[in-house]
């Protein structure tokens, strides 16, 4: 069974740029997650989509934003890029949200923001 | 407003030893309780996982051990090895409530065994 896949894995952009980021799910996975995880802080709840709905967001402001296509793969967009936007950023996957939800993660787009 | 709380940055255990990691949490509607293990430029991968009804669940070398009267968890690693060395992340999840089925991450615990 293929794992989450993220692209690109490596990312260099310079301040105020737009940035797409895309992942794809596990086969049978509803759900799809964004994290980000900033240098020294652990994981930062950004999105959360399923069934091509945007289910909750993290406290992240509006110029992050994404989607969820009919094949469940998902694109993270972030707008006007700040230099604090540098990070790691991961998305996972999980089946139907239920009472026991693991998620499992993808290896991450690293972004640098110049 | 942390509710999940990992207080340890690090931890280093000498290889054959026990490895403990620990986790506290807040919110009273955390049902299920999870450990992640991440090398660095790696996605985190999931290790073990236990339901609120449990209070202990044993994979192979490791053990999660469930508090919940004093909200608390804790991942036991035994025997420790050299490729354990990793950051260690505690997550929980509610299935009710506001923001229900996601994951709550601590920060990390940096785990380093020394061979």
């Known amino acids: 069974e293929a794992g989450v896949t993220q692209s690109p894995t490596h990312l260099i952009k310079t301040r105020g740029q737009h940035v797409t980021l895309r992942c794809s799910p596990i086969?049978?996975?509803?759900?799809v997650y964004w994290y980000q995880q900033a240098l020294g802080l652990g994981l930062q709840f950004l999105l959360w989509?399923?069934?091509?709905?945007?289910?909750n967001r993290g406290n992240f402001p509006p110029r992050f934003s994404g989607r969820q296509f009919p094949n469940y793969s998902s694109e993270l967009n972030v707008n006007a890029l700040e230099l604090e936007d540098s990070a790691l950023y991961l998305c996972?996957?999980?089946?139907?949200?239920?009472?026991?939800?693991?998620?499992?993660f993808g290896p991450g787009t690293r972004l640098t923001v110049l | 407003d942390q509710q999940v709380k990992q207080n340890s940055p690090s931890l280093s255990v000498q290889e054959g030893r026990i490895s403990i990691l620990n986790c506290d949490y807040t919110?009273?509607?955390?049902?299920?309780f999870l450990w992640y293990k991440k090398y660095p430029a790696e996605g985190p991968t999931f290790l073990i996982s236990?339901?609120?009804?449990?209070d202990k669940n044993e994979d192979g070398r490791f053990t999660v051990f469930l508090n919940k009267s004093a909200k608390h968890l804790s991942l036991h690693i035994v025997p420790s090895q050299p490729g354990d060395s990793a950051v260690y992340f505690c997550?929980?999840?509610?299935?009710?409530?506001?923001?229900?089925?996601?994951?709550?991450f601590g920060k990390g615990t940096k785990l380093s065994v020394i061979p």
């Open positions: 996972a996957s999980s089946r139907r949200p239920s009472s026991y939800n693991e998620q499992f």
């Open positions: 086969s049978g996975h509803t759900s």
């Open positions: 989509y399923d069934e091509g709905e945007e289910r």
């Open positions: 919110n009273s509607m955390f049902d299920y």
């Open positions: 236990i339901s609120s009804i449990k």
């Open positions: 997550a929980a999840s509610a299935s009710t409530g506001a923001g229900s089925y996601q994951l709550t």
